[in-house]
């Protein structure tokens, strides 16, 4: 969840007083007028992860805020389907801030200062679980809840958004944002289906609208320059009939490395390490999606075509591999191949298997007639099978894209020192795109 979305704040530089309610049904119902209040006003555009999360710190911290989130969807329809339907809450392996920044492929260096500092994955941790949400940290960092379902997270910011009292509107677009001569947003809201429009003024504007084309708009009708956005989350299609075979295949570690025309110097970021999965297109997983990440403008560039090269076995050094191999012909001479791949290797059966097909090996043949050629042969592949990537993988709506406002435009990050509550507000939810 954290690090998927962006979240930019625009906001008067004053402070808080008593808020009310937003406006009456009677009002909601008014066509092309202007809605308002007398009392401050904030309005979050979109109901993702960040717009919700951010909503409920900020009536945290000002309960007499009027808060509102306007969204043409239903609220965190993209965390109920997130890590698998799991929801990947955060990192539980960076508790050093400087190191945290350093995993983010745009927005590392603006995130090594007080950024983190005022709210880092512990602290998210912290108030998940002082909310009764139960977390664990798999080997790879990845923060889910115990459920296993990511409903524990949604069932827990939906209550806290209605004990806060929170308001949150659906099927709503806010087509335009301008500010007013006495320094206020005017937001036009369009009904879905677009029946009718309404007006409403606000104090402060919180955009956390992710990827959507709608955020652009707003940010830039508000003078905002835009960095033009490519996707920066995806898997990799890649054309191999016997590797569609292993669909569904998981590998809990291995290295890949990208080799793109377009990059000719040594990349460190290019090459990855973790879990991978093997999709009827292509690949996916943990591992992919980090590639895909750091690699987001050069496969874009190079229309996503490049040379994938995976080892599968990171933890075997290459010298040793021909040991293993020596060793299992040796012990279990009288076996078939294909009933026995060295267990130091990890690797599943019908992944052994296609190994030995990939190098023309019979898996009949018995363990003491194979060659030391054709050990060899498994060695090279284990530890540097290529894949031509030709695309990536299809999706409706990508997750994460790497563009948008630009950094430079945002409030400092080393100036958050405006209120105690303004700076977390901003600072939380300020979010650049992680991946």
Known sequence: MAGAATALLLCQQHSFVTANRFFSASQRKTSNTVISSKHE???VVGAGAAGVYAAIHAKTLAPHLTVLIFDKGYPLSKVK????GRCNVTNGHCADNMILAENYPRGHKELRGSFFNLHSPVDTMAWFTSHGVEL????DGRVFPVSNSSSSIIDCLMSEVKQRG???QTRKIVKTA?????????????????????HVKADYL??????SQQGYTLASQLGHSIVDPVPSLFTFKIEDLRLKELSGVTFPKVKVRLKLECVQRNIPQLTQVGPMLVTHWGLSGPVILRLSAWGARYLFSEGYKGRLIVDFVPDVHVGSLKSILSNHKHK?????????CPPEFGITKRFWSYVLQQQGISGDILWASISNVSLMSISSLLKECIYEVNGKGQFKDEFVTAGGVPLSELLCFERFHLTQWKARFAHVFSLPERY
Not at 189 to 195: E, G, N, R, V
Not at 206 to 211: E, F, K, R, V
Request: aromatic share 6%.
């Open 206 to 211: 919180l955009i956390a609208t992710g990827s």
């Open 178 to 198: 301008s500010v007013t001569n006495s320094g206020k947003f005017l937001l036009e809201i369009q009904q879905q289906p677009a029946d009718h429009a309404e």
């Open 332 to 340: 279990f001479a009288k076996q078939k191949l294909l009933n026995s």
């Open 166 to 168: 929170v308001y949150v």
């Open 81 to 84: 389907i997130s890590g698998g």
């Open 136 to 139: 664990k940290t798999e080997d």
């Open 41 to 43: 006003v904030l309005v």
